[in-house]
């Protein structure tokens, strides 16, 4: 079958193209060129029912291919007057014609006379100017003289050489996206020396905010944000992905490996972490969290932003318009539109629902820190292993004693409390094992008071356990900071029926451990078990204490006087005091026992161990299984006070551990699914349609390059055949598209107008040589970016000023044929970066996580699920560049929306440059502004000299780069003195101006000089120069 | 001499010098700073066309306009269509039986999602309203106590069934985000007629009660549009418009002193660069001075007089539905071209019999205020007043979430129009009798846009605007119906 475009045409030189629609348009004395003058007419006005769409194609006549237009007779080359399409567009008849009254389109009469020219001369075709690979033009090629070939050819002459002012402003624009510091620019006009300008280039190439300048429209690009974008658009985590692209144009990788590593980072031979973060390109998208959502239906959604992304990115092709039917334009036909989807099958990802939190993504700091704690760990962890020989007698000992401990223990039955309560309201929950927890309100001082009800005979000891709970500091068993409790006394009375209350008395208290530690307070010194029933020692503070023995449990035994009985309808009545003047120190976590063994009553024994082990215990040693044996052995290890140390660095670095992988940013990124999605070809887009055929990834058939993959295996294409397709050497357009997008953050306008079309709906480049050239010279370079990037702005095309006459004003007023340089406003990021940067406020810092400049309490207002409150950010990263500003994709911060930063939710390839009253707003009212205006003004009145008109100069070369004129010098002066006054009789107009923001407010005698000049400051920061690159 | 007048004449003496040097802005183009400035640049500028107003890019308008404006009331959430508007007694017998396959088979479900879908019978009374007698929910006296001027589509339809994407479809005609609203397409092709005020402007309340879905900002988008035309929210709380507030300890007056020298300050340099966007800075300037007086301006409804705050129900300031509408109605005056309302959480999911008369009660009364105010100010037969969620109910319940709800439903709703061309007391299609498809004239959101712009003098399908290569139109490329039908 023939291919959609003959390649024949390509060979000869492309004409030099004219400027549609601009003072040079097609003069008579050139020749018709098809691509430059013809196929835009058919495009827009014929393909729509005459062209690549099968499903709409009228008369079934397609003029997009020569020859079968011809075979329909649609016209005969050479003979305009015989031919069909001329007679239809002349025609008087309005049945007959073309294009039909009710497509609404009209063709001008030089379009009809361009026809029929062209049909005269034979109505050649040539391949689509994008899709033919670029070619080196004849001839020396190179910037300038390709420019200046074509300002020849239309009798333009270049302008001069900027001045070196604005060149170095210039410049820091445009490589840094900040202003120079005067004694840089003094500098740079200083040097004689013939290189200096390249110098200067080459210094700024190698600055680190170079990778954050070129970053911007990158990320623009492919739709960084750092939210989900649908419905709730929550946040995700992105952030690392945006270090990655900074640091990949800082080091300049190069831009093949750069495309690999985005589209599949994951499936290289040699991924690492880096190409891993960098395939966090293919998560860009819109994702949703909304109840209801149907997963097919976002499946697909998810695949179109997928492939629309890939076609913005790379391709400059408007594929995504091939989602419902065939290309109306271009040869995309819906199949190559699911093929290309298919090749994203494989991502892992929830469809409906919150994202997973991603990659961690530590720094080599983190790194070697990880590295360090792992070590740590295994040698300590080693060491508490053991075996331990020493712990030998000892552990033999242990066993015996606990055994000894848990006989006892046997004797002891707990009870259950019928009731507990707090006088200072602290919560007290009784819990399944009986024992007691403490919760909520801690204060300084309490008494809880158990009461039991019956079921007691006969009793002669009553057991008191503190014990450890994950609830309570450093594991309780007390609820002060360090888990320690003072039990200052325990009393009980016994109520029989209706009888008065009768003391229960206690002859003898007991404790597991006693507190010796001097450091509470105590004026015994000792925190003994026996104080507890001494008595209430009013003013002198004491009781039973446990430190340092903090998470452990301990048992407090008192032996009561005569045996007790409690039948039913009597009860027992336990008060617990704590009077401890430190506050806090109140038990956490306790359980009460009896026993009727006057033994028991009269020994605290260790506690017992769990159940589990007391049944290992009680088997004899030699009969133990040796999983029995370590089981026992292990939890020996556990409380042994040899093993302390080696236990809290055990935990210590393993909360090091958790507490720095908490804080290591985590990103998105791409992984493999074992199971590809099933991707089919739908019927007019709708999802809900599954009657089309399945479809494996393949790539666009239109584009003529060889690379295409044999099918060696069964194997579907990857992502990775996908990224080494973009980048092979025959692919025409991933090259022009990326130098044409570099070219416009250089010139202001794209070579061809249209960044993100380079199909027929697009603009036929102005120079195409120039193009080419710049395309070749990329991958020749090896796709090297500062390379291009360099030869950009080496250029004197560059370097021309951008200022015109005014016969160049009306010859060309767009500049499209760069006879001078272009001013435009600066980006969204770069004016406040510019304010900051002058103000001297701007923290230069590279990288992290996303930064919340000031914003307008409740612009938040009307997001949800969950609602959010937005914290500005505090310090340092309230003064951060723009371009680590937080992306919220359905809000983003109000002051970029003004400056026309794009919301993200779908590619951007070029940003408008509006002129817009909220602009003027924000640079008169954002908070961030005026902090910026008072810093200004701080620094005119510290560094700007001793008069007025000094300080006005000073101010002048910060903001501007250059002294201020007469006039402009009384403006100012008139507008300092007269809020000079003003502000001397209005101090609390003053102080109200200058508080708040990083500013201090000064003394009340500088006030009012201060106040003036920051409305000298708010003036420059709001100069159409300040915000423009020139 | 004020200086706001000052400031207003340093504009003018640049854009004639513009002019008289034969040049206008190239960035921006006459007609796009004319909408943008009102008339005190259009003296400079050139004579706005008299019967169409200022320009926007169509000029001269396809049609004789209908109607200089659009108020539209957005109730977010999707309104039951079946509680309010479309009295279904077929489906109050079936009330608890399985709904029928053959409605449903095949069509999107969003949280009923493998459920069991049951008929869930209509949980409010109804009764006929106005002299054409339209069959409301007695919720609604307030909406039908004008019932003889609105007319009614119970045949409307939307592709989307979740919030996000209904919204979005629902105000830019396509579900692909990045798209202009229609606000923005109104606004870009007419311009406006507000002296001092931004021509789309739009206004978000929520009443008492539960968790509103949220509202991304891309619903007022200028998308692809000039960024002028994006929708400038007039917030209930805080500055009324983003940043409009001096800095403390900066009077008004000196805050006109900063702006004068900037301005100064641009002529000069212009003097040396002779750049034409300076023309427009300074311009924008102008603009955003008077907008620091004009807002607060419009926003304080304390003047109003006490009987038509109580009118509308509502009270200064307290950012309710009730206010907005009033807020409209100024709007309106002022000459804002596209004026979008937005009243949250009528989401009913669950608790439909308890929740629902709480969000009636909050729209019901200055529903029927607006109506009747435009009406008697003479401003209603130039608006065009348009009530419309961005899709309906099931008739299905929904019981997971505690007492029972309803889902989101696209197949069929119910809207009401008002005002211009537009016919009263009329009703136009209708549901099948379980209210779940539309079955006569069913309408589509591109037929109800279609019919919208016709009304401002516009013809939908030759209003297009290139983007990525294509013709781009609010409408779509699939077709779209003006509902001549409804119209007088």
Same mark, same amino acid.
């Given at each position: ?559 009561? *006087?005569?045996?007790?009985?409690? *039948? ?427 508080? *708040? ?34 | ?64 306009? +209908? ?159 000039? %960024? ?52 427009? +800075? ?36 307290? %950012? ?8 409209? +109605? ?74 029972? %709800? ?83």
């Amino acid at each position: 079958m023939n291919r959609i475009y003959s390649l024949s045409g390509l060979g000869r030189p492309l004409v030099a193209a004219l400027l549609l629609g601009s003072a040079f348009a097609s003069s008579a004395a050139n020749s018709v060129n098809f691509n430059r003058d013809i196929r835009p007419i058919l495009s827009d006005n014929c393909f729509s029912c005459h062209g690549p769409d099968q499903n709409r194609r009228k008369a079934k006549l397609r003029l997009d291919v020569r020859e079968e237009a011809i075979a329909l007779k649609a016209f005969i080359p050479g003979k305009p007057k015989d031919s069909e399409l001329v007679k239809r567009i002349l025609t008087d008849d309005e049945d007959d014609l073309m294009p039909p009254p009710e497509s609404h389109k009209k063709l001008t009469p030089a379009q009809k006379e361009l026809l029929q020219r062209w049909v005269a001369e034979g109505a050649e075709y040539q391949s689509h100017w994008a899709y033919a690979a670029p070619k080196r033009p004849v001839g020396k090629g190179g910037i300038d003289v390709l420019v200046q070939e074509r300002l020849k050819e239309i009798g333009l002459k270049p302008s001069p050489q900027a001045d070196r002012r604005t060149l170095a402003r210039r410049l820091w624009f445009d490589l840094l996206g900040l202003p120079p510091k005067p004694d840089e620019v003094d500098a740079f006009v200083k040097d004689k020396s013939p290189d200096a300008y390249g110098k200067l280039v080459d210094r700024l190439l190698a600055s680190p905010h170079y990778g954050e300048r070129m970053a911007i429209g990158w990320l623009d690009v492919v739709r960084f944000a750092d939210t989900i974008g649908y419905h709730s658009d929550n946040p995700r985590n992105i952030h690392p992905y945006r270090d990655y692209v900074i640091k990949a144009f800082n080091e300049n990788k190069r831009f093949d490996q750069f495309t690999r590593e985005q589209l599949a980072g994951d499936l290289l031979a040699d991924a690492s972490q880096e190409t891993r973060v960098g395939s966090a390109f293919n998560r860009l998208i819109l994702s949703t969290e909304e109840g209801g959502a149907q997963s097919k239906d976002y499946e697909q959604r998810y695949l179109t932003d997928r492939v629309r992304a890939v076609g913005t990115v790379w391709l400059a092709q408007t594929i995504g318009c091939a989602q419902c039917h065939d290309h109306k334009f271009d040869p995309t036909t819906q199949r190559d539109f699911y093929s290309m989807g298919a090749f994203f099958a494989d991502i892992k990802e929830p469809i409906v629902g919150k994202r997973e939190s991603g990659l961690l993504v530590p720094s080599d700091k983190d790194t070697a820190e990880l590295a360090r704690l792992d070590a740590k760990l295994a040698k300590a962890q080693k060491d508490y292993d053991g075996p331990h020989k020493e712990l030998t007698s000892a552990f033999t000992k242990w066993q015996d004693a606990s055994l000894v401990a848990s006989e006892n223990n046997e004797k002891w039955k707990q009870v259950k409390p019928t009731k507990v309560t707090s006088t200072n309201g602290v919560k007290l929950t009784v819990q399944k094992d009986n024992s007691i927890l403490a919760s909520d309100k801690n204060p300084t001082n309490d008494t809880y008071t158990v009461t039991l009800t019956g079921g007691l005979d006969e009793v002669v000891g009553l057991r008191l356990e503190v014990l450890p709970d994950d609830s309570l500091p450093m594991k309780g068993p007390g609820r002060a900071t360090n888990g320690n409790f003072v039990l200052s006394g325990v009393s009980a009375t016994v109520t029989r029926g209706q009888e008065k209350p009768e003391p229960v008395k206690f002859t003898g208290a007991r404790a597991t451990f006693e507190q010796t530690v001097a450091n509470e307070k105590s004026p015994a010194r000792k925190w003994t078990a026996a104080s507890t029933i001494a008595g209430d020692a009013k003013g002198k503070p004491s009781g039973w204490a446990v430190l340092p023995e903090a998470g452990k449990a301990q048992q407090l035994v008192l032996a009561l *006087g005569a045996p007790l009985t409690i *039948g039913k309808g009597d009860t027992l009545t336990i008060e617990l005091k704590q009077n401890h003047t430190e506050k806090e120190h109140l038990l956490g976590r306790f359980r009460l026992a009896t026993t009727t063994n006057a033994e028991c009553a009269r020994v605290a024994h260790p506690p017992a161990p769990p159940a589990e082990i007391v049944t290992i215990l009680k088997v004899a040693a030699e009969k133990r299984s040796g999983p029995q044996k370590d089981k026992l052995f292990d939890h020996y290890k556990g409380l042994v006070l040899e093993l302390a140390a080696l236990r809290t660095e055990i935990a210590d670095t393993k909360k090091a551990k958790k507490d720095l992988d908490a804080k290591i940013p985590k990103c998105l990124v791409t992984v493999a699914a074992e199971t590809r999605r099933t991707v089919r070809l739908l019927p007019r887009g709708n999802w809900m349609d599954e009657s089309g055929p399945v479809v494996q990834p393949a790539l666009p058939s239109f584009l003529p390059v060889s690379l295409k993959k044999e099918a060696k295996t069964n194997a579907p294409l990857s992502r990775l055949d996908l990224a080494e397709w973009m980048i092979a050497k025959e692919n025409p357009l991933t090259a022009r598209v990326f130098v044409n997008r570099v070219w416009r953050q250089f010139f202001g306008t794209g070579l061809s107008k249209v960044i993100d079309d380079m199909g027929a709906q697009g603009e036929p480049p102005v120079n195409p040589a120039l193009l080419d050239w710049l395309a070749c010279e990329f991958i020749d370079s090896g796709w090297d970016v500062k390379h291009v990037v360099r030869t950009m702005v080496m250029s004197g095309t560059y370097q021309q000023v951008s200022t015109a006459s005014k016969e160049l004003q009306a010859r060309d007023p767009f500049n499209r044929e760069l006879a001078r340089q272009s001013r435009w406003r600066l980006d969204a990021e770069l004016v406040r970066d510019n304010a900051l940067s002058v103000a001297g406020l701007l923290v230069p810092k590279i990288g992290g996580p996303s930064v919340k400049p000031y914003q307008p309490d409740g612009y938040w207002e009307n997001l949800n699920f969950p609602t959010r409150a937005y914290d500005a950010s505090k310090g340092e990263d309230q003064y951060r560049r723009g371009l680590y500003t937080w992306w919220q994709r359905s809000f983003l911060h109000p002051s970029m929306v003004a400056f026309d930063a794009p919301s993200r939710e779908e590619c951007a390839a070029e940003r408008n440059r509006s002129n817009i009253p909220q602009q003027a707003l924000v640079l008169l009212n954002d908070p961030t502004y005026l902090d910026a205006a008072r810093a200004l003004g701080a620094r005119i009145v510290k560094d700007g000299g001793s008069s007025s008109d000094a300080r006005i100069n000073w101010a002048w070369k910060q903001t501007l780069a250059r002294a201020p004129r007469p006039d402009e010098l009384a403006t100012v002066r008139q507008l300092f003195e007269k809020h000079l006054a003003q502000y001397k009789a209005d101090d609390k107009a003053a102080e109200a101006l200058l508080k *708040g923001g990083a500013a201090t407010l000064p003394a009340e005698s500088k006030r009012a000089e201060l106040a003036a000049w920051t409305s000298v400051a708010r003036v420059l920061i709001n100069l159409h120069e300040t915000i423009t690159r020139s | 001499m004020s200086v706001a007048r000052e400031l207003k004449q340093l504009t003018s003496q640049q854009q004639t010098r513009r002019i008289f040097l034969g040049r206008t802005a190239q960035g921006i183009g006459g007609a796009a700073l004319a909408s943008l400035l009102g008339s005190s640049l259009l003296a400079a500028a050139g004579k706005p066309d008299e019967k169409n107003g200022p320009k926007g890019v169509i000029h001269p308008l396809h049609f004789q306009p +209908r109607v200089k404006r659009v108020i539209w009331l957005t109730m977010a959430g999707g309104p039951s269509h079946l509680e309010l508007f479309d009295y279904k007694p077929k489906l109050a017998e079936m009330d608890g039986e399985p709904m029928p396959g053959s409605l449903t088979t095949g069509q999107q479900v969003a949280q009923l999602q493998g459920q069991k879908l049951v008929c869930f019978g209509p949980q409010t009374k109804f009764k006929r309203y106005g002299k054409c007698g339209a069959e409301m929910t007695e919720l609604f006296p307030g909406v039908g106590s004008v019932a003889d001027e609105i007319c009614l589509i119970r045949s409307m339809t939307s592709e989307a069934i979740n919030h996000d994407p209904a919204h979005t479809f629902m105000n830019t005609g396509t579900q692909l985000v990045g798209r202009p609203s229609m606000g923005s397409w109104a606004t870009y092709g007419l311009g406006s007629e507000a002296e001092n005020l931004p021509g789309f402007v739009v206004l978000v309340s929520i009443g008492v009660g539960r968790s509103p879905q949220p509202i991304a900002a891309r619903q007022w988008s200028a998308g692809f549009l000039p %960024g002028r035309h994006q929708g400038v929210h007039l917030r209930g709380v805080g500055d009324p418009v983003l940043y409009l507030q001096n800095p403390a300890g900066v009077s008004r007056e000196q805050q006109g002193d900063v702006i004068r020298a900037v301005n100064k300050l641009n002529v000069q340099h212009d003097a040396v660069v002779d750049d034409p966007e300076i023309s427009a +800075r300074i311009a924008q300037y102008e603009m955003a001075y008077q907008m620091q007086m004009s807002v607060p301006a419009l926003v304080d409804t304390s003047g109003e007089p006490e009987k038509i705050r109580e009118m509308y129900g509502c009270r200064p300031g307290d %950012g309710s539905f009730a206010s907005n509408c009033l807020l409209a +109605r100024r709007l309106a005056e002022r000459g804002v071209r596209f004026i979008q309302l937005y009243h949250r959480d009528w989401d009913h999911h669950s608790q439909l019999r308890e929740e629902l008369p709480v969000k009636a009660r909050e729209t019901d009364r200055a529903c029927g205020a607006l109506i009747s105010d435009l009406k008697q100010r003479g401003l209603l037969e130039e608006t065009l007043v348009v009530w419309a969620g961005e899709f309906g109910r099931t008739p299905m319940a929904q019981r997971d979430k505690g007492s029972p %709800g309803r889902d989101h439903h696209n197949k069929g709703f119910t809207i009401w129009l008002a005002g211009g061309g537009v016919k009263r007391g009329f009703s136009y299609g209708a549901t099948d009798e379980l209210g779940y498809h539309a079955v006569v004239h069913p309408v589509s959101v591109h037929d109800l846009h279609a019919t919208v712009l016709q009304q401002l003098g516009i013809d939908h399908a030759r209003f297009t605007e290139k983007f990525q290569g294509l013709d781009w139109r609010l409408t779509g490329v699939e077709g779209a119906r003006v509902l001549k039908d409804i119209l007088s």
